[in-house]
């Protein structure tokens, strides 16, 4: 099946640096890629839409200059947490779709635990 | 307010019981739902995808339910396992878009 490698799962960092995190599909191009955030017994949380070959789409309250997100080529994108705060610590999940369709089974990548000190 | 509602939030069931999580939703046009397992820590992980047309759909122990016209689904997990300890989440798809709704999970203990 389908599989969607994120890297690191935990990373500490202290306030003020940046953190850079990795989302793979590994046997699967993937031109559109989601990143999340989730607070403990929360939603998952949307916060952009990476697209391949152009700019994330972010979502209404995300700070696109402190969130940046690039989408290289068809199998990685990355989410850089820029100047960390400790509000900012979270889980951060990404998800990759293998075809267009409305009903193709979104995958996941397994999280990455941020804590900022 | 959430457009999809998940109850219980959490239970507690006995290894070998059965047990039914809900979830209600508002999300107006649907597309499809689709029911996640995420295990403590991890991403979550895909169990079932329901359009409106389907209105049952398994995936070995587990059995979703769609009412399209009550906007509600279940999903029934039959001879639980310690495994099956998990946070299951209900997502639904607004038609014509590429939009979910996440509800905030059903946090299921299963005990020996």
């Known amino acids: 099946g389908a599989v969607v490698s994120q890297h690191p799962s935990r990373v500490i960092c202290k306030s003020g640096t940046s953190v850079k995190i990795e989302c793979r599909s590994l046997?699967?191009?993937?031109?559109?890629m989601f990143w999340y955030r989730q607070f403990p017994k929360q939603s998952l949380m949307l916060m952009a839409t990476?697209?391949?070959?152009?700019?994330?789409?972010?979502e209404q309250g995300v700070e696109k200059d402190k969130f940046l997100i690039n989408h290289a080529s068809l199998t990685l994108s990355t989410l850089t947490v820029t100047s960390a705060h400790p509000e900012d610590s979270s889980f951060y999940i990404c998800?990759?779709?293998?075809?267009?369709?409305?009903?193709?089974?979104?995958?996941f990548g397994n999280g990455t635990r941020l804590t900022v000190t | 307010k959430n457009q999809v509602e998940q109850s219980p939030q959490s239970l507690i069931i006995l290894e070998g019981k059965n047990c039914t999580l809900q979830?209600?939703?508002?999300?107006?046009?649907?597309?499809?739902l689709r029911w996640y397992k995420q295990d403590t820590g991890r991403g979550p992980v895909s169990l079932t995808i329901?359009?409106?047309?389907?209105n049952t759909k398994s995936n070995g122990r587990y059995t979703a339910t769609l009412d399209a016209d009550t906007k509600q689904s279940s999903l029934h997990i039959t001879a639980s396992q310690l495994s099956d300890s998990a946070s299951y989440i209900c997502?639904?798809?607004?038609?014509?878009?590429?939009?979910?709704?996440f509800g905030k999970g059903n946090q299921v203990v299963v005990i020996p």
């Open positions: 998800s990759a779709k293998n075809d267009g369709t409305l009903v193709s089974p979104l995958h």
């Open positions: 046997d699967f191009q993937a031109t559109t």
């Open positions: 990476s697209n391949e070959g152009s700019k994330a789409t972010y």
């Open positions: 979830c209600n939703y508002t999300v107006s046009p649907f597309s499809n």
């Open positions: 329901m359009t409106f047309s389907e």
């Open positions: 997502v639904v798809s607004a038609y014509g878009n590429n939009r979910l709704a």
